[in-house]
């Protein structure tokens, strides 16, 4: 939220939000954009992922194991038992990752299995364009007939938040070397994380190449759009976002049918949440999304 409300973010991050629903809308697609009030603020980002996946406020990384360990469906889970092919693109995760059965996913792209073949951006292992770009490739190509139901967990917007590389041509796009002189620029981390001036402005140059990466991606599937659900899983700490507040944005991208779907949810039509909007907890958006995209209402969810 302090990234569409705070003084030092709003002014270039509603600009980019504002030409990207144009784009949007110029492709044919609608969005709806609202708030949600995340578990936890400033990282350990897989509590917020989980507490939208189980419906459940997952704060610790206890409740987590206990989640994990439950025969609580996941969203992803449901999205399977209705004929989904579920994923998880992942490209921070550079070990083994045993939860992501538990969680409900077919498949993972995880850093590795998206093929980059060029330099990390510091604790970043690859731009946000680049995992965009791989998922044409490896997760939907050739696959017209066979829905799927993936998470996303794009990393550019994470700490350090430089260096920052410029969009390059989608078409143009290869192994990710391409990226390499950028992955390279400006100055280093520990250089940047001296100044909490500096700190914060990388931190709206991170958010706002993730925000333009990823409408943009959107935007170039309109010939065969998908429901996209944009999520701000948390604030970034507090000497940065200079609120106490856990409200973060999320968007409700794509057909216009599916779209108005959710009409009910008293979302703001494009790509702005409505300042006095309502903010639900993060945990209420679970139901909220079955009962609204479901062909019928299960008794129990």
Known sequence: RAALEG??????LRATLGEAEAALAAAGLAARSGWLSAPVVGGRSWLSHATLAYGLTIPDQTRYAAALASERRTLYDVAAASGFR????????????????ALGFDSVLDAEGLEYRGAPFNWVTMPDQFTLAAIDRRLLHGRAREPVFAQVALISSHA??????????????????????????????????????????QYRVAVDYALRAATAWVARRSEAPPLVVLLGDHQ????????????VPVHLIGPPDLVAAAEAWGWAEG?????EGPVWPMA??????LRAFSAREAASL
């Open 7 to 12: 003084p030092l973010y709003a002014p270039t």
């Open 236 to 247: 970034p700490a507090p000497f940065v976002s200079l609120t106490e507040s856990r409200d």
């Open 271 to 275: 790509l702005l949440p409505a300042p």
């Open 86 to 101: 579920t994923a998880a693109v992942m490209p921070a995760i550079t070990l083994d990752w045993p939860e992501a059965e």
């Open 284 to 289: 209420e958006f679970r139901d909220r999304f």
């Open 160 to 201: 350090p938040w430089t260096p920052i590389p410029p969009l390059l041509d989608w078409d143009a796009l290869g192994d990710g070397r391409e990226f390499d002189v950028w992955a390279v620029s400006g100055d280093a981390p520990e250089v940047v994380w001296r100044d909490p001036d500096r700190v914060r402005a």
